[in-house]
């Protein structure tokens, strides 16, 4: 029996099957490039669902991870750590002026927010804790979070899950304004949507939102787990949106998590400080969260990004692959639309393809399906322009396929 096969009769015994996997186990990566255990080579246009930001053992991620692993891994939240104020500077420096709470992942932000959101909301009479989500959304697999999430498939079998979330239409400001009552207390949707199948909003849609939460002080919350970091072609997704004063439209709270560890699980709450600073002591907390062997490698994502310039890479390496893309007379007739903003593709096609992870792996090629029939391209930012090129021309011919 080859090593690949023993060891998915292994992890059938002993791993829940709560993913759909493929076949294939990964050993190894290097730029944007993975090995599975019989030696093939894949390109990874799909960077992990965007955790691998920077692809794969980035010389200085792995520096500054077996740096900080010979000085500190971990000593709880009760003393402070150099890391979680840099990396928190560095949020200030490139998002908006606010402050952090550092967790594990996505979802695990968003609670906070959603705490955070309710905590707010429990100043007023009535008491306000309800939030606002839009259908298409995903915010995480806690029970609060597939609540929120738009798509009540994640919802089944789970009930009841946590009350005072209601789903709206996208974009839809009148459904959005019908849903608020006096007890909502905030409104949170993605700037881009990921798992929804990468689907944007009207340009004035999040302005319009911002005002009305203004007008009736409620908490917004973006979901910047899938479009921070660079992802988008800017720092943030939020900062694709403006104002009819042309003022960049900005959240209340940001929650990241995905990119931001470069594949190490850290995830962010990040508020303005009139709201952040009611997470007073006592209120919140994480044991693991913020630690400084995360803290060392978010913060190098940051320099990394900053330095090698990719957040301009991943704009003009996006609209040149989404040029590419669509100017393919051979794959047109079977695209309904094609999606995206920077690094951050979606391909929707006219019918849901046939084994199509298959083919994909088959060509060499790690791509996605999300909504049965949206192909998602979202590879490292720091990836090549002649690596991105092969990818396109692997994604025309599998997509050719279907
Ligand atoms: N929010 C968004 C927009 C996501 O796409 C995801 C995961 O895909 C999450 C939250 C949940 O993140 P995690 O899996 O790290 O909990």
Known sequence: MSNTQDLLNRAKEVLTPNYARQGVVMTRGEGAYVWDTDGKKYLDLFAGFGGGVLGHAHPALVQALTDQAKRLWHVGNSFYNEGQIELAERLNKFAF????????????????????????????????????????????????????????????????????????????????????????????????????????????????VRRLCDERGLTLIFDEVWTGCGRTGRWFGHQHYSGPDAKPVLPDIMTLGKAIGGGVPVGVMFARPEVGSLLTAGKHGSTIGGNAIGMAVARTVFDVIERERLVEHAATLGEHAMARLRNEKSIAPKVQEFRGRGLFMGVELHAAPDKFMEKALARGVIINLTQTKVIRIAPPINISRAELDAGIDAVIDVIRQC
């Open 97 to 208: 002026k606010g402050m952090a709470f550092f967790c594990h992942g996505g979802a695990d932000a968003n609670e906070t927010a959603v705490k955070l959101a309710r905590l707010r909301g429990a100043q007023h009479s009535p008491k306000r804790w309800k939030i606002v989500t839009l259908h298409k959304s995903f915010h995480g697999r806690t029970l609060a979070m597939i609540a929120a999430t738009g798509n009540p498939k994640v919802r089944e079998g789970f009930d009841p899950t946590v009350p005072g979330f209601t789903n709206v239409e996208p974009g839809n400001f009148d459904a959005l304004v019908a849903a608020i009552d006096d007890e909502t207390a905030g409104v949170m949707f993605e700037p881009l949507q990921g798992e929804g199948g990468v689907n944007p909003y009207p340009p004035e849609y999040p302005a319009r």
